[in-house]
């Protein structure tokens, strides 16, 4: 089973190939960063773009840490950071 997912993005009519979850955002910090609760199996690799289920740009990962069962990352936003907690992001 792979852990990719296939979306189409309608306003632009692309498809968006390799994107994967990440994990949900557990934390918003400041104004720019946002902490990821992710899955152990499925670790983001360091400077990933990261997206939203609507295939906004949120940020990059700029550090995985925590212990081998639960990881965490942490996500600089470009932007403000306008994700709710709970809600699940992608990369590639």
């Given at each position: 089973m792979?852990?990719?997912i296939y979306i189409s993005n309608l306003n632009t009519g692309k498809i968006e190939v390799g994107l994967r979850s990440l994990g949900?955002?557990?934390h918003r910090s400041g104004k720019r960063?946002?902490?990821i609760q992710c899955d152990a199996s499925k670790l983001p690799r360091l400077y990933s773009?990261?997206?939203d289920r609507r295939l906004r740009a949120v940020g990059k990962v700029v550090d995985i840490f925590g212990n081998i069962e639960k990881?965490?990352?942490c996500v600089l936003c470009y932007g403000g950071c306008g994700i709710e907690i709970?809600?699940?992001v992608f990369g590639r």
């Open positions: 792979k852990s990719a949900s955002v557990l960063l946002l902490l773009d990261v997206v990881p965490y990352a709970g809600e699940k």
